[in-house]
């Protein structure tokens, strides 16, 4: 992990990482005595369990005594925890361990004079090197270290907040006056690599005017990981609701749940955990999501902590859904008659939206002649063009379209179409609609 120096040098530094301590666990093997003898069903029996030999009731005796200062009932159980292996003891790190993405490297450094004399005027820098860019974390050359006696030390800590893969390289230098008056410079590496703790998978379904959004979050450490939070961050002009199974609580704790909300725990090599989001367009009629037209949902926010409390957080990239793709021109069916009677004229009320930044139309408006059913019995009763004026950047206008239905039954409005005359561009005509046609 380290480079050492080139040259001899009275400083050397010493590098440890600051983490918390782990359990330390020691499941020796351990056995209940009565179970060599009878079993470890012999209490089920009463009767049985009061004919015990004298001999094993002694051992069973001394087994459960506290007092005994020896090892002879080391291997023994004397409570039910016992079978966890935990000591009560915490184990300091023995080796750098892993980094992830997202957690706070701390380092504990040391700078140590390893000569016999004194240096003095020390000037110490670190840093972190990424494969992207050169992170300060300490710099004393407005105020150097005055001197370190021989054999002495200075101590520091950096902190660094882990937001990149792959290999970092934590870079320490000390630029100092030797015994000899020399002006000398250390410089020593420290390499790590930083992995990711976390993947994170996602699903997009869209269900007419509803996103569905599906986070499947797996973990990759060797330790659990307590989610604390999980939140989808949604794009501009977008709400999200989280989705959860439906849970049956007593009222009274609702307020309790709401302040002191239990992690979700994700186990330790490729436990996972999905999480479900409805989002939904807060406002699909403002102008600038109509210019901009832009398939961003949003992103996660994910942040956690692990057995001993240590945090992290993550941020995930843009989430992208369905392109959004919006018409120019948007006709739209706003009324129809509840009675129509056959050979007689009715009024459909529409209305015509332009849905571009800039001016449009003038437009006409008739009803087109192809029909895959045939003969049409609905058409337009009169002029069979109808003008209508232009319209500005997100626009609209309601107009009357009167038509006449020439036969009796479920018929069909169709092949009502839209074409702006300035521009010669005709736009796809307005989806069937169903009428009822009634005998006058």
């Known amino acids: 992990m380290s480079t050492a120096p080139q040259g001899t040098h009275s400083l050397a530094f010493r590098v440890m990482r600051l983490c918390k301590p782990s359990f330390h666990v020691d499941p020796p093997f351990r056995v209940d005595p009565a179970d060599l003898f009878v079993g470890e069903d012999i209490f089920d029996d009463p009767l049985a369990a009061a004919n015990l030999p004298p001999l094993l009731s002694t051992q069973l005796s001394k087994s459960t005594d506290s007092s005994d200062l020896t090892y002879g009932n080391r291997f023994f159980l004397h409570h039910p925890s016992d079978a966890m292996g935990f000591s009560g003891l915490l184990l300091l790190p023995q080796s750098f361990g892993a980094i992830y993405l997202g957690e706070t490297f701390c380092s504990y450094i040391s700078i140590n004079n390893n000569s016999n004399f004194e240096v003095r005027d020390i000037i110490i820098k670190a840093e972190i090197q990424t494969e992207r860019q050169r992170i300060l974390l300490l710099d004393t050359t407005k105020s150097p270290v005055e001197s370190v006696r021989a054999g002495g030390r200075y101590d520091f800590i950096v902190e660094h907040d882990v937001k990149e893969l792959g290999a970092h390289t934590l870079i320490c230098t000390a630029l100092y006056v030797d015994n000899d008056g020399e002006r000398k410079y250390l410089p020593q590496f420290f390499k790590f690599v930083v992995a990711n ?69 994700i186990r330790s090599g490729g436990g996972i955990h999905n999480y479900l989001y409805q989002l939904k367009l807060a406002s699909p009629d403002s102008a600038q999501m109509k210019v901009e037209g832009t398939n961003i949902l949003g992103k996660l926010q994910i942040t956690w902590r ?135």
């Open 197 to 265: 703790p976390l993947s994170v998978r996602t699903k997009v379904r869209t269900v007419k005017e509803t996103t569905y959004l599906e986070a499947c979050i797996e973990n990759h450490t060797k330790t659990n990981l307590y989610m604390d939070q999980v939140e989808f961050e949604p794009a501009p002009h977008w709400s999200a609701t989280v989705l959860k199974a439906d849970e049956v609580h007593p009222a009274d704790n609702s307020s309790t749940e709401e302040v002191f909300k239990a992690p979700i725990l």
């Open 306 to 440: 692990t057995n001993l409390g240590e945090p992290g957080r993550l941020q995930t990239q843009q989430i992208l859904g369905t392109p959004i793709s919006r018409k120019e021109i948007e006709l739209q069916v706003l009324k129809i008659p509840s009675l129509i009677n056959l050979d007689k004229s009715f009024s459909v009320h529409l209305n015509l939206t332009n849905h571009t930044d800039r001016e449009l139309g003038p437009f006409e408006v008739w009803l087109s002649q192809n029909s895959v059913h045939g003969e049409k019995n609905v058409v337009i009763n009169g002029f069979q063009t109808m003008v209508l004026p232009q319209l500005g950047a997100f626009g609209s206008s309601d107009f009357h379209l009167n038509l006449i239905a020439t036969k009796l039954g479920v018929q069909k409005i169709s092949g009502i179409t839209v074409s702006d005359t300035r521009e010669k561009k005709t736009f796809d005509p307005l989806p069937d609609v169903e009428i009822f046609v009634e005998s006058g």
